[in-house]
């Protein structure tokens, strides 16, 4: 139902109905993407749900607290960890190439970035198909389950790859499964949150990526140094078999630990599971997901490619995402400082240390002041400070700074982006399904072609 539900109170009756809700997120000019839904009243005692109804406001503010305390402790480090592995996996590939993948296969420059952007093509014909098909099953429990086994063991057969042919074959696959997983944890993450909550956890999640960029350079390092030509298995290879394996392992826990949608999940008590639906009806004035037979997939499809804002906020996420891109070669951009093999692998780390930090500190002030221009507009002028200053000079501590502020600056204003998506278009469920996984497909497409951006002849300025 649209527009704005009012109750009919008597003269006497002093608690006025709110009359919507607005993220409060302004946009350039002082205009408002704004979301203005009817929404249900908490002091409306007959909204609630059977088992809320004998509750004060404030034992229901209570019990929301700690049943947010069980949610996030039950879901974010699992979907943390999974994060981790998915961007463990697809960005491996420089690390691989710094540890004398290319020279073994006979990779050209262009071969090699074709490799890299050949993932996101498989990428981003799978996103909004799965995100579609998470949304009718309603089952992300054994969704992700599979997935993850499933390129867990496409990364680990990278390792066996002998020639250029294969390792396309390869990537592409890789690409096309795990398109499931980031897009469909966002749509799963807004059907347990309210918007006010989301820009926090979207942080939360994005930061198993930022924690994976930390760790990938410690992880390829010690691997290059201790395990090249063991058992006759070159690193790079070793880098595939082992990430690859880790992840499948991974997978077999996560069916146990992540819970359904709240509809349906039987880890909560029949009240929590109640106040879990009933805060985000409150949030919005409508039910979320409420079983498979109630997705309408083709309808809520219409309503996303109809929708103007979801063209907009297209246009903000591709740009971020564009530069971004850095990130899918930031082994090799370091490279160009001129150190060695394993000095370069650990000199990747600090960046996405601070990155993580900043990510989290600006999306938790984002939620805490009800803001979003800002809190994007701002990182993203500082990562355009950054890439001037990287191109602009050959000192290595001027050149490095800038490598440091690149993946905080350009990540504290895309989460920012990806939060927007969820309280701009927040409802119906497979309106916002689809939305996500287009918004983050086309976004993607960019990968394909910045690519080519970061090519050996353009280094070490990659102006050109």
């Known amino acids: ?49 059977p088992l809320l109804k ?7 503010e209570e019990l929301e607290i700690k049943l947010k305390r069980r949610i996030d402790l039950r879901l974010l480090p699992m979907i943390i960890l999974i ?48 995100n579609l098909f998470l949304d009718k099953i309603g089952r992300p429990s054994i969704y992700f389950t599979v997935v993850m086994m499933v390129w867990g063991a496409i ?19 890789l690409g096309f499964i795990e398109a499931s997983y980031f897009p469909g944890c966002l749509f799963y993450l807004s059907s347990w949150y309210t918007r006010k909550e989301l820009s926090l956890r979207t942080a939360i999640l994005y930061s198993g990526s930022l924690i994976s960029g930390a760790v990938s350079g410690l992880i390829s390092a010690g691997i290059t140094d201790g395990l090249d030509g063991k058992a006759g298995i070159s690193a790079w290879r070793w880098l595939f078999i082992l990430e690859g394996s880790i992840t499948v392992f991974i997978a077999f826990f996560i069916w146990i630990v992540i819970p359904d949608f709240p509809k349906t999940t039987k880890w909560l008590s029949e009240q929590e599971r109640q106040l879990a639906c009933w805060r985000l009806e409150r949030d919005i004035g409508e039910e979320d997901w409420s079983g498979s037979e109630a997705q309408k997939v083709f309808h809520g499809l219409k309503l996303a490619f109809t929708d103007i804002k979801m063209y907009i ?34 000199l990747t780390t600090p960046p996405y240390i601070l990155a993580t930090i900043v990510v989290l500190g600006n999306a938790w002030h984002a939620d805490k002041k009800g803001e979003r221009y800002f809190h994007i507009v701002i990182p993203l002028a500082i990562s355009v400070v950054a890439f001037i200053l990287a ?27 990806l939060s927007w998506i969820s309280a701009t278009l927040p409802r119906p469920v497979t309106k916002r399904a689809a939305a996500l996984a287009a918004i983050n497909a086309v976004s993607n497409a960019s990968s394909i072609w910045t690519a080519y951006m970061y090519t050996e002849p353009s280094a070490p300025r990659y102006g050109k």
Do not use: H, W
């Not at 000192?395 to 982006?417: E, K, Q």
């Open 1 to 49: 139902m649209q527009g704005i539900l009012t109750r009919k109170t008597d003269n006497n009756d002093s608690t006025a109905e709110p009359r919507g809700i607005d993220d409060g997120a302004s946009i350039a000019g002082g205009a408002t993407l704004r979301t203005t839904t009817s929404i249900v009243s908490r002091r409306d005692i007959n909204e609630r749900p």
């Open 54 to 60: 004998g509750l004060s406001d404030e034992e229901i």
């Open 83 to 130: 994060y981790i592995m998915n961007y463990l996996d697809r960005n491996n590939i420089p690390a691989a190439q710094v540890a004398g993948m290319g020279d073994e296969l006979g990779l050209t420059s262009s071969q090699f970035n074709t490799a890299v952007s050949i993932l996101f093509v498989g990428y981003i014909l799978m996103q909004v198909p799965s």
């Open 155 to 173: 990364s680990g057969a990278t390792g066996a790859v002998q020639n250029y042919s294969g390792l396309l074959v390869c990537r592409f696959f």
């Open 313 to 346: 906020l297209m246009v903000l996420v591709t740009c971020c995402v564009a530069s971004g891109s850095i990130t899918n070669f930031f082994p090799i951009v370091v490279q160009t400082l001129g150190f060695g093999k394993i000095e370069t692998l650990l």
């Open 391 to 417: 191109a602009s000079t050959l000192n290595i501590a001027a050149r490095y700074v800038a490598m440091m502020l690149m993946p905080a600056s350009i990540y504290g204003g895309y989460i920012c982006a």
